[in-house]
């Protein structure tokens, strides 16, 4: 059997001032670098570390304590001219719209079809190649949850019934042909506190 771990990164400013935040390359803040930390912890020795090419994933893959390899399959979900944008700034008809439609483009983005494609096509290649052992792909909250949809077997449109926390992890097992979902959107604790 392999294991395949998809870690979302830690938190940045922007994910905790509620902003979209795709291709922007914002570093992790201090809860992030912790959030990475535990999730390293947690995860323990691993064999394969892939990583999104944004600096906030490659930060936290960083921690895990293996060369990382590059891959822009996992890069986040483009919001085009939105990304950067607080969400409560898009508007409620689109956020709608968006639920339903995933061929609908942010302005100059990607759509939510064309993100499952890409991922879709990334697992599939992991997959067939998947040896025995523990794989973390450290990426963002999209990409993942197009992972989720294709373990289940399902369309991209289940992405908007999950939630996923910043240096959270969700594991995939590979038994032969059959994938199933080994856990979803797991939150390391953080770690102990040292008493003076």
């Not at 990475?36 to 990583?51: H, N, T, Y």
């Not at 096509?121 to 450290?138: E, F, K, Q, S, Y």
Request: net charge negative; aromatic share 4%.
């Amino acid at each position: 059997m392999a294991t395949i771990t998809l870690l979302r990164h830690g938190r940045t400013t922007a994910n905790a001032g509620g902003l979209l935040q795709g291709r922007i390359d914002n570093p992790l803040d201090d809860v992030g670098l912790s959030q990475a930390e535990s999730a390293a912890r947690a995860l323990g020795p691993v064999d394969r570390v892939v990583s999104s090419p944004l600096l906030r994933a490659r930060q936290t893959a960083s921690k895990l304590g293996c060369d990382v390899e590059i891959d822009d399959a996992w890069i986040e979900l483009d919001y085009g001219e939105w990304d950067g944008q607080p969400m409560r700034d898009v508007p409620t008809d689109v956020w709608t719209r968006w639920r339903t439609d995933m061929d609908l483009r942010p302005p100059g983005g990607e759509t939510l079809a064309e993100l499952g494609t890409r991922v879709r096509a990334a697992l599939d290649d992991l997959a067939t190649r998947a040896l025995p052992g523990h794989t973390v792909i450290v990426s963002h909250v999209s990409p993942i949850k197009a992972s989720v949809a294709w373990a289940l077997g399902v369309g991209d449109e289940i992405s908007w019934r999950t939630t996923l926390t910043t240096g959270s992890y969700t594991q995939l097992g590979l038994h032969g042909e059959r994938v199933s979902l080994e856990a979803f959107n797991v939150v390391p604790p953080p770690p102990p506190r040292e008493d003076h």
